[in-house]
């Protein structure tokens, strides 16, 4: 009699719905600092560090679940968690440290994207404020279907990279030896390149994009199941861009000992080894992952701020809606091309300054997590589990320390010099 | 200045007293300030007690055992000793609501402007022996007063208007009365409390806007407000918001709640909504519907969503061919506005057949006695149930319709009318 009901629709097509955010998240993940660490890491010690994308992995899943879970049970993002539990103060230091940070990083990718667009013969000082134009058009005139969708195709250009690593040639019986059995050393080098990979890997903006993407996409608690596979698949694609990249700098940079020091110079002396157009394929990728976070990291950090202190935000808000969403966005897009622009600009000292920031945001904001995930006024009847909390607090823990290290390990670094 | 000390009407903050220290009578400390309990029932709650809490315990200090004078609340004492004041003294089942918990850092819903709003701070007044809260302050200044900085930034705002910048905007003070404050309390507590915003000013709100600050809030929120405003106005609201967060509110309604919504609802658009839903839930809330609504909801449900037959409603108003324009008038006058959505197109029948259309400026140009059938347009444009919709909005955009009856094929009998209102969707998705 009722025709109108929709026919049993295929779980495919719901997966389908509900994919996104951790998949983007974990895209956006392999931004231009994270290509250059794993460049770097691949050139310099070949395939003994690709034992640490398992840790990473891991570390990332549990700390991305909590946050696609809070998302989807209280509708709050976490910057409204943040400031309902735990006050104004606590949140404005946590929010002047990310702007911040995130001035810097998305610096980062803009240098991203001067460096390869380099090895295509385009000087910086046409890509950056092009690149810087077509990025606040985007967001000003997108809506958040369509960015998810052009977000969605950026992801799938990342797996250039597993073609770069293809032409390079690698012997993948040492590469399997190497992930089964790591090859440890106690070099100073070798373990602040162990701690830059896995805190390359989990930055404390994800977190806050995680939380609302998963909102914004008005995800409730029956669609987890889902939910946790796009996490599971974000992972996935995070460590296996990155792995592809140490394999690529392995099988040709190591092999022939050349030192880098950014990804850009791995565009450039990959040529020689695995031909030129594997280096215009690996140069492609790093301008693909530079634009993709360039976009999601300004966009990110205005919108939390505004959730945090009550301001209308959102893609879909226009300007006169959202004047201080706008605002934000276009302040930190600026501050950064200025950074980039500035000929003699110390890039390398604002990326480790951006690092530190970083380093002492993390354990900030995944305390507040910890804290918010295991409250039973918050998440109901759907807070950690013993095992889940076991394993939270201990991949905090070594997240903690490790970014400890990693945060004093530079500046001691620059002490020494 | 308005603040005389020791005297009446001395307004401050709840952000200057929140954990602040309370003494015993004997000035030893009893704890801090941790929150106040206000009282809703009147437009301005008053504070009935005040919270402290020290390292063992948190009691709520009903009003009267503080020493009231000094509560321009730089000093707060306590009349009798902390330990000897009894726990749980306030009856919480009576309009209460504990400020920190449920207003402070929390979004609540503005009324007169219609937004969500974050509360970054309460300001409330002291008259005699009496605290009332008075509004919520929404603006920077509030931040930077928790942040410790108003006084600082103050300073530095005098300082550039020295310059000749007069108009720094940043400053401004932004504060919304109480008296439009809507909390939108936790589901633990809405229940109990009966809250004192007047159903009239969520009718007086536009449903679209309605519908924003629904989609805006947290889901807890959601749920609380849906169930806090009446079902004639949920149901203006729930036409209005996406179709995830209609589904999820009608879904966690009662089977009754929902249907009685629906009711209020236009049947096409009912239909819309329980063609989305399971079907097994669906039913359910049919079953609750009065027959009437059901029987007509049953059957748009028929028709698929995309067709001329999903977009109608079968809420009409037709007349007999013999009807004469006065008496016409006169029963659009007494068509019930919930139920019609359009009188500007009013429909001839004969037989179920129709036989031509009317619109509102032609009745009232008309001679009252002439009858229907003469100053009819007797070829109006149709379309069959099973027409595209998209086919349907571009007849709506060629001719410039308010609306356009759908007939079937066969017989050339009336199913239902297709309003503008149904089809904006398709016309506007051309250019986006």
């Known amino acids: 009699m009722i025709k109108k009901f929709r026919p049993w629709i295929g779980s495919t097509i719901i997966f389908l719905s509900v994919l996104g955010p951790g998949i983007i998240t974990g895209s956006v993940d392999n931004d231009a600092g994270g290509i250059t660490t794993y460049s770097v890491a691949g050139a310099k010690y070949g395939y003994h560090l690709l034992w640490t994308l398992i840790p990473a992995f891991i570390a990332l899943f549990v700390v991305q679940e909590m946050n696609a879970r809070m998302g989807v049970v209280t509708g709050k993002g976490l910057a409204d968690l943040i400031r309902e539990s735990f006050g104004v103060k606590i949140t404005a230091l946590i929010f002047i440290a990310l702007i911040i940070a995130d001035i810097g990083n998305t610096a980062t990718e803009f240098a991203g994207i001067a460096g390869s667009l380099q090895i295509f013969g385009i000087s910086k000082y046409i890509s950056v404020p092009i690149c810087a134009v077509l990025v606040w058009i985007m967001v000003a005139k997108g809506n958040y279907k369509t960015s998810e969708r052009i977000f969605l195709i950026f992801s799938v250009f990342l797996l250039s990279y597993v073609v770069s690593a293809i032409m390079a040639k690698p012997d993948w019986k040492e590469i399997g030896t190497a992930v089964v059995r790591p090859n440890l050393h106690s070099d100073f080098g070798y373990i602040s390149m162990v701690i830059g990979i896995i805190g390359t890997t989990i930055a404390p903006w994800m977190q806050f994009y995680m939380q609302s993407a998963v909102i914004e996409k008005g995800l409730r608690i029956k669609h987890y199941k889902f939910i946790l596979i796009d996490v599971l698949l974000g992972c996935i694609m995070t460590v296996t861009v990155a792995f592809f990249i140490i394999v690529a700098c392995g099988a040709t940079l190591n092999k022939n000992g050349i030192v880098i020091n950014e990804a850009k110079d791995a565009a450039i002396a990959l040529r020689p080894f695995a031909g030129a157009f594997a280096g215009q394929i690996f140069a492609f990728g790093l301008f693909i992952a530079s634009v993709f976070s360039a976009i999601i990291l300004p966009l990110a950090t205005a919108f939390y701020i505004c959730e945090a202190f009550g301001f209308e935000a959102g893609i879909d808000k226009r300007v006169r809606e959202a004047p201080a969403f706008y605002a934000l966005f276009t302040a930190i897009i600026f501050f950064s091309v200025v950074i980039i622009l500035i000929p003699n600009a110390p890039l390398i000292a604002i990326t480790i300054w951006t690092q530190v920031l970083n380093g002492i945001l993390l354990p900030v904001v995944l305390i507040c997590m910890m804290l918010m995930v295991n409250n039973k006024k918050i998440m109901g009847q759907y807070v950690n589990s013993t095992a889940g909390n076991i394993v939270g607090w201990a991949t905090i823990s070594i997240l903690i320390a490790l970014t400890f290290v990693l945060m004093i390990e530079p500046l001691i670094t620059q002490f020494i010099h | ?432």
């Open chain 2, 1 to 432: 200045m308005e603040t005389r000390i020791n005297g009446y009407n001395a307004p401050f903050f709840f952000s200057q007293i929140l954990g602040k220290i309370a003494f015993n009578p004997d000035r030893t400390p009893a704890g801090r300030v941790s929150d106040f309990i206000v009282n809703v029932g009147t437009t301005y709650p008053k504070v009935i007690a005040i919270c402290i809490k020290n390292e063992k315990e948190e009691k709520e200090i009903p009003l009267n055992q503080i020493e009231i004078s000094s509560l321009i609340l730089d000093i707060i004492i306590l009349k009798e000793f902390f330990d000897d004041i009894p726990k749980n003294s306030i009856d919480f089942s009576e309009s209460v609501l504990t400020l920190k918990k449920t207003v402070y850092d929390r979004q609540i819903v503005d009324l007169n402007g219609a937004k969500v709003i974050r509360v970054n701070d309460v300001r409330l007044l002291k008259s005699g022996n009496e605290i009332s809260v008075t509004d919520v302050d929404v603006g920077y200044r509030g931040i930077l007063r928790r942040l410790g900085l108003e006084d600082v930034i103050e300073k530095i705002v005098n300082v550039v208007k020295l310059f000749g910048l007069k108009n720094v905007s940043l400053y401004n003070q932004m504060f919304v009365s109480w008296e439009y404050v809507h909390p939108v309390l936790p589901k633990s507590q809405h229940d109990a409390i009966k809250l004192t915003v007047p159903k009239e000013q969520f009718n007086n709100l536009n449903p679209a806007d309605l519908a924003d600050i629904l989609e805006e809030l947290d889901y807890e929120q959601r749920e609380s407000l849906i169930n806090q405003i009446p079902d004639s106005v949920a149901a203006k609201v729930l036409s209005e918001t996406d179709s995830k967060t209609t589904q999820e509110l009608l879904v966690t309604q009662k089977e009754e709640r929902a249907a009685d919504i629906l009711e209020y609802m236009a049947p096409d658009k009912a239909a819309d909504i329980l063609g989305d839903m399971q079907e097994e839930k669906a039913l359910g809330i049919i079953k609750q519907m009065e027959p009437e609504d059901a029987e007509a909801v049953t059957e748009l449900l028929e028709y698929s969503d995309n067709t001329a037959g999903g977009l109608m409603t079968t809420e009409y108003i037709s007349f007999n061919p013999n009807t004469m324009v006065v008496n016409a008038i006169q029963e659009l006058v007494k068509a019930p506005e919930e139920d019609i959505e359009t009188i500007y197109e009013t429909f001839v029948v004969e037989n179920d057949k129709l036989i031509g259309t009317v619109n509102l400026r032609q009745l009232l140009i008309s001679p009252g006695h002439k009858s229907l059938s003469d100053i009819m347009n007797k070829k109006p444009t149709t379309v069959t149930p099973d027409e595209n919709a998209k086919k349907v909005a571009e007849l709506f955009s060629k001719y410039n319709l308010l609306t356009l009856p759908v007939v079937s094929e066969g017989t050339g009998n009336i199913e239902g009318v297709i309003t503008v209102d149904d089809v904006v969707e398709y016309l506007t998705r051309n250019w986006q």
